[in-house]
């Protein structure tokens, strides 16, 4: 799961819309579509917001997707339609105030999901699944809350809330419903000058989850996984219930030096921790079935030159690390370990030859060296996974109401042993029309993915539309 709900951010190109969950800095991948400005970490330090002073803006999106797995993992469903409402807020009260909020709804249908009862199997070191094939719908609101102030001259402070409540339900016995609410609060300082802005935040997170299985006229056939190759079969019961609780703790700083002719230089570091416990059994008197820990950073720098008078030139570099281990809680042993570094390295450049054409290139490689070890399996997969991309967009102002976008991205990608292929690719576009009102900037866009194994006939396509509405 992933969140994809972030103030004044639109519905970006082939979201997956799988409602709302916190999530650690270093546990986020980075979506290629944004700017490199954008993935500083917006959604986790509220001070960075301080750059929308003066600007009040707003943005309303709909937006329905679909996902046609005819190539997938074991416990992935065959077909996924998301469905999400968006909408945005900013005000700047005064000057020396700004706030915003934020409220979205998101739907998940997950059909002809195999086995698991889990809304992301592959996201847990301790799942459950049972013996049926069914649908799944999953749905719920998710509220952001922003306050910027400015306590005294070129100093910020402020806050970001999120909160999201999510129920999920599965159409056959073994029936299982899913409540999960999750939550979480930064609060952030900081110093902006002429051509300096240095910043730090804190941040807490907290997320609960409830998964429920019910066997009509027999008993409740739930296993646990822990890994991904070890299970157990549960007593059988009438009801089993699984528990998930998980809190997490982040702080971060962020710098930026500005220079002559819109160059700057760009630094930040985030360090963060999660722990989770997991409980399965009757819900009455559930067992503790694990323990899981994991620690990560996350090293951005962004360099920005401005090349003559036609465009900028960026150079971004990402370098982020975690490591976590998982504890059985029947007999108090470590059953596995895990160990990511990443570092991911991108060059930019956007031309704008006139006042009506622009576009962007970029380019990015990256490494990741994964060490996974499960000891009550003998499993282990050590090995050093690559990726290319590549990403254009462009703008065109074909006069003062209407405009054209078009985005297209080209990947190449090395993926994790569960999905049982060495190389995957991924080729995708977005074509979409703007038409200014007197309530903004109101637009449609389509879009095409297609995900494939290399040397396998078998793929992940997927469609979306989308209808804004923009300030």
């Known amino acids: ?88 807020n900013l005000k700047c009260l005064s000057e020396r105030h700004l706030i915003a909020t934020s409220v979205s709804y998101y739907r998940s249908d997950l059909l002809k999901q195999y086995r698991s009862l889990e809304k992301a199997f592959y996201d847990n070191y301790f799942s459950i699944i049972d013996t049926t094939v069914g649908n799944f719908v999953y749905d719920g609101p998710v509220l952001t809350f922003l306050d910027v102030f400015m306590p005294a001259t070129h100093v910020y402070a402020g806050f970001l809330v ?70 157990r079969i549960e007593s059988p019961r009438t009801t089993v219930r699984k528990n998930y609780y998980s809190e997490g703790y982040e702080f971060g700083s962020h710098c930026k030096i500005k220079g002559k002719a819109g160059n700057s230089i760009s630094i930040s570091f985030t360090r963060g921790s999660r722990y989770s416990d997991i409980e399965v059994g009757s819900p009455s008197k559930p067992l503790e079935r694990g323990y899981w820990v994991r620690n990560g950073d996350v090293l951005e720098a962004l360099i920005r030159k401005r090349v003559l008078s036609w465009g900028d030139f960026e150079i971004y570099y990402r370098f982020s690390s975690f490591e976590d281990w998982a504890e059985s809680s029947e007999y108090h042993v470590v059953i596995l370990e895990n160990g990511e570094k990443y570092n991911f390295l991108g060059a930019g450049i956007k031309v704008t030859p006139s006042n009506k054409l622009s576009f962007v290139l970029r380019l990015g490689y990256g490494e990741k060296n994964v060490d996974y070890r499960e000891y009550n399996s003998g499993f282990e997969f050590a090995d050093k996974l690559q990726e290319e991309r590549f990403l254009f967009s462009t703008g065109y102002k074909l006069n003062q109401l209407y405009r054209l976008k078009c985005e297209g991205e080209i990947s190449h990608f090395e993926p994790y042993f569960y999905w049982d292929c060495n190389e995957m690719e991924s080729c995708g576009f977005e074509l979409g029309i703007e038409r200014l009102t007197i309530y903004g900037y109101s637009g449609v866009s389509v879009g095409v993915l297609q995900t494939s194994p290399v040397g396998l006939d078998d793929n992940i396509k997927s469609f979306k539309v989308e209808f804004t509405l923009s300030k």
Request: with cysteine; net charge positive.
């Open 162 to 231: 999120n909160y999201g409540v999510e129920r999920g339900l599965k159409d056959v016995f073994t029936k299982c419903e899913t409540i999960a609410r999750n939550f979480d609060v930064s609060f952030g300082a900081g110093l902006k000058l002429r051509r300096l802005f240095i910043s730090a935040y804190g941040r807490y997170l907290s997320n609960q989850r409830k998964y429920e299985a019910v066997k009509e006229y027999q008993d409740a056939n739930v296993s646990t996984f822990y890994g991904f190759n070890v299970l």
């Open 1 to 88: 799961m992933r969140r994809v709900s972030l103030i004044f951010l639109p519905l970006f190109f082939f979201s997956v819309v799988l409602g709302y969950d916190s999530k650690l800095r270093f546990e986020q991948p980075i979506p290629f579509t944004q700017s490199y400005e954008r993935l500083f970490g917006y959604e986790n330090n509220p001070v960075l917001y301080a750059d929308w002073f003066g600007k009040s803006k707003y943005f309303f999106g709909v937006s329905a997707g679909r996902f046609l797995n005819d190539f997938r993992r074991t416990y992935d469903p065959r077909e996924t339609r998301n469905y999400a409402l968006v909408y945005d």
